[in-house]
């Protein structure tokens, strides 16, 4: 019986290639315009790092001004400064903890030929790359004991190594930055965290750093920050080692725990700390720790645009449009076809029969809408790729999973389905034989 | 009242020429009540369509009420439509969205009336046929018979010259039929001028003219009562 | 006119006009709310940031020979770059207004920590500031050259002692005080150092476009830095564009222990700043057509399979007296019913989505007067659409009455 309506569904489609395509068209716009935005979110929103997103914790200690919470309307600061995050550090309280800040290196070749060029750097503990599991190509990050000792070692990328050494495998050779030699431990592949989760203070999406080396070394060449730097106190003295004892953040710590237990044990270390801090006449704020997963730091931190839920919003109303002009459609179809009903009707096809034939062709629609809309959707996401020129995080944007796919058609089936049901009703509703003599 | 002189008409297509009426001369004086039947493809709807003004015919005259119809426009053409002719239909044509008053009311609307004067004309005309307690209801409530007194109503309230009819009891069982018809030749009694257009003989014999039309042309007054049945 | 039994054969025969209605309502509350946005954009990316915006680039010097005499480097790079023929003035600082990243501190009118301070944006300048980024001061003086200092990392004063700041700053310091007034005024930075301001300027904005203080910013007739130097030039009009390469070439021989890059000019920047809002409004630009343009066609299609729906009423309508722009005003009236139900109950839909997203996103509420706006377009639209078939229906001939099939 199935394939029976389909056929019915075809022949219909076919003799009403018009009206059909105009169907398809609407439903395939509606959908095409909320699954950019719906895109555009799901991979904003997405987990950047599914495997560990659990055990990764943001650290953040109340270090902030007695007089202003630093974040509306009660949130402690959205990084740790120096003296925090190097004492939390020392104490070695979870399984595995990175600090780490974003600076900025010259390297430079050595070869007559190659001008020396800038490079996003970040200055970092050893576990960063097991803890934020970073792939590489060769080789690999250093040691707790290369950190301690300040050996000269560093990790570049993929782009720098093919610009140094024709992407072979460096390992073991070094580089000349800023007047010093640094080993290469190893080349890291292309990482694109979507958002870049461990330091959204200074631009949630964008390319991670090109190289990596000890944050021993930067605090002993006493280099700053390159992403925001705040302070609520002004600093006591003029230098770096004035930075270094201030209360600006500037850096973020990271922590691995696994479990409950760990965690509530990890949060009772840091408030025994912050009350040790308090009686050094530091912390003027009420305990306020916080530990939140990738998940909960990118929502505290609002990583979803506001300006994609307001489009957000806006699809939906558009696609509410498309459907009703779709039910629309569908009605004056029916009302056109109401002689074909009643006959079916007349010659036994009960209520259920007539509903079932038009929901199939209706389904039909909705399937073929399904996948011109994914075509629009690829051309919406085109087309906002057009207007973000430039900017190569977008790529990660606009790119489509299968899981959208899929979404993209079960909604435009949903909605073909869904709009279709009151003109399918107001079909079963005609009586048997009542439009024959107007045929 | 209508006086048609030598009217013909002729539908041309790129192969085929029809000539739906040939040479017809027809005079109709005021109070007459006058059918025109045939066969059908006789040419008597195209007659009706010519005399109410609803298409206009390829050569000779037609004057109304005094006026001649030739070079009028559509708008000139609507307005005499409105104020001189009242329209019976086969299948009454009332609008189905339209509850009886607004029904009537719709030739009104045309002609310029005030709203008070409209109100007063459908009352009258809609108590006259004794649907007065019905005024709000819709067409599909009502039954055949009424549905066409409806129109005979819909018809007189702008008091028309006179009314053309186009099988008025065609959709009709014979009960409701008579009474149409009796409502008709009462009209008429009190001074309407009707003309009716059927292709039933036992109808055309109500009416106090015949007019037979055959083949686009009037024959002899006598009608032909065998094919008449047969048609 | 008909507008009553049009009326009342509209609701009896709900069905598919209700639909055109709620498109309208729909379209309408997009509509509204998508112009407010648009208009809040545009107004945002209309503000101007109180430099030489058409003059002006940026670029810098990253030194990774840690031999370089810095402060000497950048007195020598400043001397070659002012002189270098097309260069209007240059001056070395730290940001540069809408480059979203940037310094700022606190100033307040009394010494101590217990209240709040007002925050500005600091731009590092020497004498040549004012000049190079073409703001105006109107009223006090500019720096003199020996009021500037370098930033010593061993000690001495943090700050100069004289300030330069924005209208805006000096009013929020200052409340009902002239910019004149102002002139000669103390404030603390850094809780109890006093800074005397000694000029005010009529606007410059700080470097993040979002922040609700962008309009505060102050001059610091300050240097400071030991390896990185920013430098902003303004060209003479319409050299820009080749001075570009020309200093970034000549700088970088001057001096091989560095690297010259970064180069961007003011309208770069401000693109960069407000690239999202101007995507916004070109997407919201094409939504807002698009849906109007499918209510278009929906109008269009609903109402010829209307009109076709209903020959036979409109040919006893000719019948009985109506004239062809008789049927076409019914039409279009009754169209324009629909087209009322739809957009006053979309003006419902859009202040209730609106009222929502204020709440939720911050968004500002809409003018009153786009409502109305919103409604005649879309009369005006849904008149056009719906021309079309209302023009057929006036040519169904009178003869359509007569006919039995």
Redesign the interface.
Same mark, same amino acid.
């Given at each position: 019986m199935f394939r029976y309506y389909l056929k019915l569904g075809v022949l219909s489609i076919r003799r009403n290639p018009v009206l059909s395509a105009?169907m398809v068209a609407?439903i395939a716009?509606g959908i095409g315009?909320c699954m950019t935005i719906v895109n555009i979110d799901y991979v904003m929103s997405g987990n950047p790092i599914p495997h560990r997103s659990d055990v990764l914790y943001y650290v953040q200690v109340d270090s902030w001004d007695p $007089?202003?919470s630093a974040r509306e309307p009660d949130g402690p600061p959205p990084q740790v400064t120096y003296r925090d995050g190097t004492a939390l550090l020392a104490a070695n309280k979870a399984r595995r903890q990175v600090l780490s800040y974003r600076s900025?290196?010259?390297v430079?070749p050595e070869g007559a030929t190659e001008?020396?060029?800038?490079v996003e750097s970040r200055s970092t503990t050893a576990d960063f790359f097991p803890m934020f599991d970073t792939p590489f190509m060769f080789g690999g990050g250093w040691d707790a004991l290369a950190d301690d000792s300040q050996d000269y070692v560093v990790v570049i990328n993929k782009e720098v190594n093919e610009r140094l050494f024709a992407g072979e495998n460096s390992v073991g050779r070094s580089i000349l930055?800023?007047?010093d030699h640094y080993r290469i431990t190893g080349v890291m592949d292309t990482w694109e965290p979507t958002p870049k989760f461990y330091d959204v203070n200074n631009g949630s999406f964008g390319e991670v750093e090109e190289v990596y080396f000890p944050f021993s070394i930067s605090i002993t060449k006493?280099l700053g920050s390159n992403g925001?730097t705040n302070c609520w106190?002004?600093?006591d003295?003029?230098?770096?080692e004035a930075l270094m004892n201030s209360e600006c953040i500037w850096m973020q710590l990271w922590v691995e725990l696994h479990g409950t237990q760990e965690k509530q044990d990890y949060l009772a270390f840091l408030d025994a700390y912050a009350e040790s801090q308090k009686a050094l006449g530091r912390f003027p704020r009420p305990i306020n720790n916080r530990l939140s997963n990738v998940m909960e730091w990118m929502q505290i931190e609002e990583v979803v645009?506001?300006?994609v839920?307001?489009?957000l919003?806006?699809?939906v109303?558009?696609l509410?449009?498309?459907l009703?002009?779709t039910?629309?459609?569908l009605?004056?179809k029916i009302?056109?076809r109401s002689g074909d009903i009643s006959l079916r009707r007349a010659l036994g096809a009960s209520r259920k029969a007539v509903f079932t034939q038009y929901i199939v062709e209706a389904g039909i629609i909705g399937l073929a809408g399904g996948l011109l809309g994914i075509g629009m959707t690829w051309l919406g996401l085109q087309?906002?790729k057009g207007? $973000?020129g430039g900017?190569d995080f977008i790529t990660q944007l606009v790119t489509m999973d299968w899981v959208m796919i899929f979404v993209a058609i079960g909604l435009a089936l949903v909605s073909a389905l869904g709009a279709a049901l009151?003109p399918t009703w107001?079909a079963c509703g005609i009586q048997p034989a009542s439009q024959l003599n107007t045929l | 009242m209508l006086s048609m002189q030598n009217v013909s008409m002729v539908y041309r297509t790129e192969t085929v020429e029809t000539h739906a009426l040939r040479d017809f001369s027809l005079e109709v004086d005021e109070g007459e009540f006058v059918s025109v039947t045939g066969p059908s493809g006789s040419g008597k709807?195209t007659f &009706?369509?010519i005399a109410? &003004?609803?298409?206009e015919f390829t050569s000779g005259s037609y004057q109304l009420d005094g006026k001649d119809t030739s070079s009028l426009g559509?708008?000139e053409r609507?307005?005499l439509?409105?104020?001189k002719i009242g329209?019976i239909?086969?299948?009454f044509?009332l609008?189905p969205? &339209?509850?009886i008053f607004?029904n009537v009311?719709?030739?009104l609307?045309?002609?310029g009336f005030s709203a008070a004067e409209r109100k007063e004309r459908i009352d009258h005309v809609i108590d006259m046929i004794g649907l007065g307690s019905r005024k709000k209801h &819709?067409p599909s409530q009502l039954s055949g018979g009424q549905q066409q007194r409806v129109a005979i109503a819909?018809a007189l309230a702008g008091e028309p010259r006179f009314l053309l009819a186009?099988e008025p009891t065609g959709n009709l069982d014979s009960e409701m039929a008579e009474s149409v018809m009796q409502l008709l030749e009462d009209i008429n009694e009190k001074g309407t001028t009707i003309i009716m257009v059927t292709h039933e003989a036992n109808l055309a014999e109500r009416a106090r003219r015949n007019i037979l039309v055959r083949d686009g042309r009037i024959c002899s007054g006598e009608p032909e009562l065998h094919v008449a049945i047969g048609g | 006119m *008909?507008i /009553?039994?049009i009326w009342?054969?509209?609701i #009896?025969?709900k069905?598919?006009y209700v639909?055109?209605a709620?498109?309208i309502a729909?379209?309408m509350?997009?509509m509204v709310?998508?112009i407010s946005?648009i208009q809040e954009r545009t107004r945002l990316m209309g503000r101007p940031s109180g430099v030489d915006e058409a003059n002006i680039f940026q670029l810098y010097s990253?030194?990774?020979? +840690?031999d370089i005499d810095y402060q000497a480097m950048v007195a020598e790079d400043l001397d070659a770059i002012r002189g270098f023929p097309g260069v209007a003035n240059a001056v070395m600082t730290n940001s540069v207004p809408l480059r979203q /990243?940037g310094w700022s501190q606190s100033l307040r009118i009394e010494p101590g =920590?217990?209240? =709040?301070g007002t925050g500005t944006a600091i731009y590092f300048v020497d004498e040549q500031g004012v000049d190079t980024f073409g703001v105006d001061l109107v009223a006090g003086r500019n720096f003199e050259p020996t009021e500037v200092m370098w930033?010593? +990392?061993?000690? /001495?004063r943090?700050w100069p002692e004289s300030v330069i700041l924005t209208r805006a700053m000096a009013s929020e310091l200052f409340p009902d005080v002239t910019p004149a007034e102002a002139v000669g005024k103390v404030a603390y930075i *850094?809780?109890?150092?006093p800074v005397t301001i000694i000029g005010v300027m009529d606007r410059m904005q700080a470097p993040w476009k979002s922040w609700t203080g962008v309009e505060r910013s102050m001059l610091v007739p300050m240097k400071r830095g030991? =390896?990185?130097a920013r430098y902003v030039i303004r060209a003479e009009p319409g050299y820009r564009d080749e001075l570009i390469p020309q200093i970034e070439k000549m700088l970088a021989e001057r001096n091989t222990g #560095?690297?010259i890059?970064?180069a961007r000019t003011m309208t770069e920047i401000r693109e960069r700043a407000y690239? =999202?809002d101007?995507?916004?409004i070109?997407?919201?630009v094409?939504?807002v057509s698009?849906?109007t343009a499918?209510?278009s066609? %929906?109008i269009v %299609?609903?109402a010829s399979?209307s009109v076709a #729906?209903r020959t036979?009423?409109i040919g006893?309508? #000719?019948?009985?007296?109506?004239?062809?722009?008789?049927i076409l005003r019914y039409f279009l009236l009754e169209n324009f019913l629909i087209s009322s139900v739809g957009v006053i109950t979309g003006a419902v839909l859009a202040v209730g989505?609106n009222m929502w997203?204020v709440q939720?996103?911050?968004?500002t509420p809409i003018a009153w007067y786009i409502i109305p706006a919103a409604m005649v377009t879309l009369w005006i639209v849904g008149q056009g659409a719906v021309y079309g078939p209302a023009r057929r229906a006036s040519l169904v001939?009178?003869?359509t009455?007569?006919r039995?099939v």
């Amino acid at each position: 019986m199935f394939r029976y309506y389909l056929k019915l569904g075809v022949l219909s489609i076919r003799r009403n290639p018009v009206l059909s395509a105009l169907m398809v068209a609407a439903i395939a716009t509606g959908i095409g315009a909320c699954m950019t935005i719906v895109n555009i979110d799901y991979v904003m929103s997405g987990n950047p790092i599914p495997h560990r997103s659990d055990v990764l914790y943001y650290v953040q200690v109340d270090s902030w001004d007695p $007089y202003e919470s630093a974040r509306e309307p009660d949130g402690p600061p959205p990084q740790v400064t120096y003296r925090d995050g190097t004492a939390l550090l020392a104490a070695n309280k979870a399984r595995r903890q990175v600090l780490s800040y974003r600076s900025s290196r010259v390297v430079q070749p050595e070869g007559a030929t190659e001008l020396p060029f800038y490079v996003e750097s970040r200055s970092t503990t050893a576990d960063f790359f097991p803890m934020f599991d970073t792939p590489f190509m060769f080789g690999g990050g250093w040691d707790a004991l290369a950190d301690d000792s300040q050996d000269y070692v560093v990790v570049i990328n993929k782009e720098v190594n093919e610009r140094l050494f024709a992407g072979e495998n460096s390992v073991g050779r070094s580089i000349l930055m800023n007047g010093d030699h640094y080993r290469i431990t190893g080349v890291m592949d292309t990482w694109e965290p979507t958002p870049k989760f461990y330091d959204v203070n200074n631009g949630s999406f964008g390319e991670v750093e090109e190289v990596y080396f000890p944050f021993s070394i930067s605090i002993t060449k006493e280099l700053g920050s390159n992403g925001n730097t705040n302070c609520w106190k002004p600093i006591d003295g003029n230098g770096f080692e004035a930075l270094m004892n201030s209360e600006c953040i500037w850096m973020q710590l990271w922590v691995e725990l696994h479990g409950t237990q760990e965690k509530q044990d990890y949060l009772a270390f840091l408030d025994a700390y912050a009350e040790s801090q308090k009686a050094l006449g530091r912390f003027p704020r009420p305990i306020n720790n916080r530990l939140s997963n990738v998940m909960e730091w990118m929502q505290i931190e609002e990583v979803v645009d506001d300006d994609v839920q307001v489009l957000l919003g806006l699809a939906v109303l558009f696609l509410v449009v498309c459907l009703l002009n779709t039910i629309g459609l569908l009605l004056a179809k029916i009302m056109r076809r109401s002689g074909d009903i009643s006959l079916r009707r007349a010659l036994g096809a009960s209520r259920k029969a007539v509903f079932t034939q038009y929901i199939v062709e209706a389904g039909i629609i909705g399937l073929a809408g399904g996948l011109l809309g994914i075509g629009m959707t690829w051309l919406g996401l085109q087309g906002i790729k057009g207007l $973000y020129g430039g900017f190569d995080f977008i790529t990660q944007l606009v790119t489509m999973d299968w899981v959208m796919i899929f979404v993209a058609i079960g909604l435009a089936l949903v909605s073909a389905l869904g709009a279709a049901l009151y003109p399918t009703w107001r079909a079963c509703g005609i009586q048997p034989a009542s439009q024959l003599n107007t045929l | 009242m209508l006086s048609m002189q030598n009217v013909s008409m002729v539908y041309r297509t790129e192969t085929v020429e029809t000539h739906a009426l040939r040479d017809f001369s027809l005079e109709v004086d005021e109070g007459e009540f006058v059918s025109v039947t045939g066969p059908s493809g006789s040419g008597k709807t195209t007659f &009706l369509n010519i005399a109410g &003004l609803l298409e206009e015919f390829t050569s000779g005259s037609y004057q109304l009420d005094g006026k001649d119809t030739s070079s009028l426009g559509d708008t000139e053409r609507s307005k005499l439509r409105n104020e001189k002719i009242g329209f019976i239909f086969q299948s009454f044509n009332l609008i189905p969205e &339209l509850d009886i008053f607004d029904n009537v009311d719709v030739p009104l609307r045309y002609r310029g009336f005030s709203a008070a004067e409209r109100k007063e004309r459908i009352d009258h005309v809609i108590d006259m046929i004794g649907l007065g307690s019905r005024k709000k209801h &819709l067409p599909s409530q009502l039954s055949g018979g009424q549905q066409q007194r409806v129109a005979i109503a819909r018809a007189l309230a702008g008091e028309p010259r006179f009314l053309l009819a186009d099988e008025p009891t065609g959709n009709l069982d014979s009960e409701m039929a008579e009474s149409v018809m009796q409502l008709l030749e009462d009209i008429n009694e009190k001074g309407t001028t009707i003309i009716m257009v059927t292709h039933e003989a036992n109808l055309a014999e109500r009416a106090r003219r015949n007019i037979l039309v055959r083949d686009g042309r009037i024959c002899s007054g006598e009608p032909e009562l065998h094919v008449a049945i047969g048609g | 006119m *008909e507008i /009553g039994p049009i009326w009342r054969a509209l609701i #009896r025969n709900k069905s598919s006009y209700v639909l055109i209605a709620l498109q309208i309502a729909a379209t309408m509350a997009l509509m509204v709310n998508a112009i407010s946005i648009i208009q809040e954009r545009t107004r945002l990316m209309g503000r101007p940031s109180g430099v030489d915006e058409a003059n002006i680039f940026q670029l810098y010097s990253m030194n990774f020979d +840690p031999d370089i005499d810095y402060q000497a480097m950048v007195a020598e790079d400043l001397d070659a770059i002012r002189g270098f023929p097309g260069v209007a003035n240059a001056v070395m600082t730290n940001s540069v207004p809408l480059r979203q /990243g940037g310094w700022s501190q606190s100033l307040r009118i009394e010494p101590g =920590e217990d209240d =709040e301070g007002t925050g500005t944006a600091i731009y590092f300048v020497d004498e040549q500031g004012v000049d190079t980024f073409g703001v105006d001061l109107v009223a006090g003086r500019n720096f003199e050259p020996t009021e500037v200092m370098w930033f010593n +990392p061993d000690g /001495g004063r943090k700050w100069p002692e004289s300030v330069i700041l924005t209208r805006a700053m000096a009013s929020e310091l200052f409340p009902d005080v002239t910019p004149a007034e102002a002139v000669g005024k103390v404030a603390y930075i *850094e809780n109890n150092l006093p800074v005397t301001i000694i000029g005010v300027m009529d606007r410059m904005q700080a470097p993040w476009k979002s922040w609700t203080g962008v309009e505060r910013s102050m001059l610091v007739p300050m240097k400071r830095g030991e =390896e990185f130097a920013r430098y902003v030039i303004r060209a003479e009009p319409g050299y820009r564009d080749e001075l570009i390469p020309q200093i970034e070439k000549m700088l970088a021989e001057r001096n091989t222990g #560095r690297i010259i890059d970064g180069a961007r000019t003011m309208t770069e920047i401000r693109e960069r700043a407000y690239m =999202e809002d101007s995507a916004m409004i070109k997407l919201l630009v094409f939504i807002v057509s698009l849906l109007t343009a499918i209510t278009s066609l %929906g109008i269009v %299609g609903l109402a010829s399979f209307s009109v076709a #729906r209903r020959t036979k009423q409109i040919g006893t309508r #000719r019948a009985l007296g109506a004239t062809r722009p008789a049927i076409l005003r019914y039409f279009l009236l009754e169209n324009f019913l629909i087209s009322s139900v739809g957009v006053i109950t979309g003006a419902v839909l859009a202040v209730g989505l609106n009222m929502w997203m204020v709440q939720t996103f911050n968004l500002t509420p809409i003018a009153w007067y786009i409502i109305p706006a919103a409604m005649v377009t879309l009369w005006i639209v849904g008149q056009g659409a719906v021309y079309g078939p209302a023009r057929r229906a006036s040519l169904v001939s009178p003869a359509t009455a007569t006919r039995t099939v």
